[in-house]
């Protein structure tokens, strides 16, 4: 099995995730079952190209820059089409386009400043087949703040702790035939060298590639 992922992200425009930081642990952390093609900007998104792959993984850094109308439709036609989606972090900056927002079932609204978070497993996450069997954990990561969409049917499976609120960490989503997932840690090299984390990057892969 060779599951073939485009990893989509910005470097020097990035003003503060650039995908050349992180790509080769994601490649490490997925191992040899995903043949791993990164690239810079969203061009391979559109209808033309997208198709060529399993699997798209969204690591954007491009807050007030949507993606080309080509590319919009490109990812959400793959989506609905039977395709996975997994959103890491920053990734979620494809919101800069609303109709991928509404895709990724949530809106960022910001973050306090980066602390140790403690994350853990909520009773759907335990049932779920991305997280079954997973740990909870804790991790010095920026804490992130979304707006869930109350139409997208999120499922919740892990949320963390943070000045005395609870808030969603990752979740998934059904969206036409294919799936999404989205996994708010990711901040920098170091959240992807957490070894309970790197499992839920790499179960979170397999899951929306339609390998769970």
């Given at each position: 099995m060779?599951?073939?992922t485009l990893l989509v992200g910005h470097n020097e425009s990035a003003p503060y995730h650039p995908l050349n930081a992180v790509q080769e642990r994601l490649a490490?952390?997925?191992?040899?079952?995903?043949?791993?093609?990164?690239?810079?900007?969203?061009?391979?998104l559109r209808k033309?190209?997208?198709?060529?792959?399993?699997?798209?993984?969204?690591?954007?850094?491009?807050?007030?820059?949507?993606?080309?109308?080509?590319e919009i439709a490109g990812l959400l036609g793959?989506?609905?089409q039977g395709g996975g989606l997994l959103v890491l972090h920053n990734g979620m900056s494809l919101q800069a386009a609303p109709e991928l927002a509404q895709l990724a079932g949530a809106y960022f609204t910001g973050h306090p400043p980066y602390a140790e978070l403690e994350f853990q497993v909520t009773e759907e996450g335990a049932a779920h087949p991305l997280s079954s069997g997973l740990p909870?954990?804790?991790?010095?990561?920026?804490?992130?703040?979304y707006d869930i969409d109350p139409l997208a049917k999120v499922q919740v499976l892990l949320t963390y702790r943070h000045?005395?609120?609870e808030y969603p960490a990752a979740w998934v989503r059904p969206y036409g035939l294919g799936r999404v997932a989205v996994l708010a840690p990711g901040h920098h090299l170091p959240s992807f060298q957490h070894e309970e984390y790197s499992r839920w990057v790499r179960q979170a892969a397999l899951w929306a590639a339609g390998k769970l």
């Open positions: 060779s599951i073939r490490e952390i997925w191992g040899d079952t995903f043949q791993v093609s990164p690239e810079v900007g969203t061009a391979a033309e190209s997208i198709g060529a792959y399993d699997l798209v993984v969204s690591y954007t850094d491009s807050w007030k820059t949507p993606a080309a109308p080509e793959y989506v609905a909870g954990f804790t991790l010095d990561e920026e804490p992130y703040r000045e005395g609120g």
